[in-house]
């Protein structure tokens, strides 16, 4: 009975939660109909494709560091300048909103991907290819939470966790797929075939996109506050350099070189000085943005969404999770190549069962959100997920194999995304229907800043036991062993990270019953 009046109490959150489909004279489909199919086949394949070719280009570093004759810390900047741009877009989504039409806002995403890809594509020189990369980072910054929004608008009622699911599983194992298709073009190809093959589907997913995408609710007289905009730069930049820098720096320091990568040309020591004031500012700036947007009339994100416990519980869940996923999409290909000496392809290979997994997977745990309630199916698949990663943390090491390591990471993959497509479900089930859309934006941003947290973390780490004293060249014993080490560490790591998404999660639906009690 428990669970019916869970299911029952979920239903009606959602409904409100949805409710704003219904304004603007748009009545909301009682099923799924072939225009909305094809909405949200447009944004995800745009969204799958920007965040698959974020960590095919991490696989792709070496090669494109000899090309282009450049260092480690110049071609890095592929990826953190990527996540920057999406980092500063992707709180922009509910100004867009509600100032924009969805089908602008697509072709806008569209055509800065497309535009992208194909400088990318042509590129002669490393700035060329930085700045192609910028310009597919905002469009997929524009492309992520518009994705949410459709699903969220114009889902019937009844589909809305099975559609959630579908949309947050290409965000969720995109980044999965991504060494498992870098590892193919490095071993087979050139790496700019990446983005011969992706056009192709970023214009198919534009031609579907115009064909499906239509308006459903009215545009409002939104406003966008330069200074606001300003805090929200200063602060994401600040905070995502100071990520970059910051590990870096701690490398650097453990090795004993003391370095001369830093950002400021000072070694190591002033690389980690800059990290620290970089984040201050950062913290600074998102303070002041908050205290803006209160007294603001149009705010760029309106912050009163943090008011609901609930919702600030599963946004750390959410945000915890994705890092955890983008760390295993990091970790385990390193491991593998680094620690166990396969190859490239191989090591792509050890993840891809559990990405394909988890695309399945999705889907029947947003069914189940729909007809149990979001507490059960959560609840139960986050177990599973923390199952996955204690069984990497206590049993791999140098006797290991990548059978082995592949059906652990599956096991992984069994929870992760039948929760983590229904936290998000979840958690914009408590607020009202004006707010969806900034609730959205919270998610999608802290998203991106996880991400970015949990691929520094995890680099810090093996670096650190790798350049212990003894360890030798790559490829010697000695240095297999230390990666071994140093990723054991990171998976003990991840595993506190996943005790953390759980009493989140456990917290957040106590509150919810607790809640529901009261005003009963």
């Not at 953390?500 to 919810?512: D, E, G, N, T």
Request: hydrophobic share 55%; charged share 10%; with cysteine.
């Amino acid at each position: 009975m428990a669970d019916v009046a869970d299911a029952r109490t979920m239903a009606e959150a959602t409904n409100a939660a949805v409710a704003a489909g219904t304004s603007g004279g748009f009545s909301r489909p009682e099923t799924i109909t072939p225009r909305l199919i094809g909405s949200i086949i447009a944004t995800g394949l745009l969204t799958f494709i920007g965040i698959l070719t974020e960590t095919v280009m991490n696989v792709l570093f070496p090669e494109l560091m000899a090309e282009f004759h450049v260092g480690t810390s110049t071609v890095q900047w592929l990826t953190t300048g990527y996540l920057l741009m999406v980092a500063l877009t992707v709180p922009l989504s509910s100004y867009l909103k509600r100032k924009c039409t969805l089908r602008s806002q697509f072709v806008a995403a569209s055509v800065l991907c497309i535009a992208g890809a194909a400088v990318a594509l042509l590129a002669v020189n490393f700035p060329m290819l930085l700045g192609a990369r910028l310009l597919q980072g905002i469009g997929t910054g524009v492309a992520m939470p518009l994705m949410i929004n459709i699903i969220v608008e114009q889902s019937p009622r009844a589909r809305v966790g099975v559609l959630m699911g579908v949309g947050n599983v290409l965000i969720g194992t995109a980044p999965a797929l991504g060494p498992t298709f870098g590892g193919f073009v490095s071993t087979f190809l050139s790496w700019r075939y990446v983005f011969v093959i992706v056009l192709p589907l970023l214009a198919l997913s534009l031609i579907v996109g115009l064909l499906s995408i239509r308006q459903s609710a009215p545009l409002e007289d939104a406003h966008l506050n330069p200074l606001h905009m300003l805090c929200v730069v200063v602060g994401f930049v600040s905070l995502i350099i100071a990520l970059d820098r910051g590990g870096a720096a701690v490398t650097a320091l453990a090795s004993g070189s003391g370095g001369s990568d830093g950002a400021d040309g000072s070694g190591a020591a002033g690389s980690l000085a800059l990290a620290i004031v970089l984040v201050v500012v950062g913290v600074a700036a998102l303070v002041a943005f908050a205290l803006m947007s209160r007294r603001s009339f149009s705010p760029m994100i309106r912050l009163g969404v943090l008011r609901s416990v609930s919702f600030r519980w599963h946004l750390l869940a959410y945000m915890l999770f994705q890092g955890t996923t983008i760390s295993f999409g990091y970790l385990l290909p390193n491991l593998a190549q680094l620690g166990f000496g396969s190859t490239v392809m191989a090591a792509g290979l050890v993840i891809l069962p559990g990405a394909l997994i988890g695309a399945l997977l999705a889907p029947v745990g947003g069914a189940m959100l729909d007809r149990f309630g979001p507490a059960r199916p959560i609840c139960v698949a986050t177990a599973v997920a923390l199952l996955g990663v204690a069984l990497m943390a206590m049993l791999v090491d140098g006797s290991s194999s990548l059978p082995q390591l592949a059906v652990f990471y599956v096991v992984y993959m069994l929870g992760f995304p039948m929760a983590f497509s229904n936290i998000m479900t979840s958690g914009l089930s408590d607020l009202p229907d004006e707010l969806t859309a900034d609730g959205n934006a919270l998610f999608s941003t802290f998203q991106q800043l996880a991400g970015a947290a949990g691929t520094t973390t995890m680099s810090v780490i093996l670096a650190i036991a790798q350049s212990g004293s003894g360890v030798g060249e790559i490829g010697s014993a000695g240095y297999r062993a230390a990666t071994v080490e140093g990723a054991h560490h990171a998976f003990l790591v991840l595993l506190a990270v996943v005790v953390i998404v759980a009493c989140s999660l456990v917290r957040a639906f106590l509150y919810r019953r607790g809640h529901r009690l009261v005003r009963r």
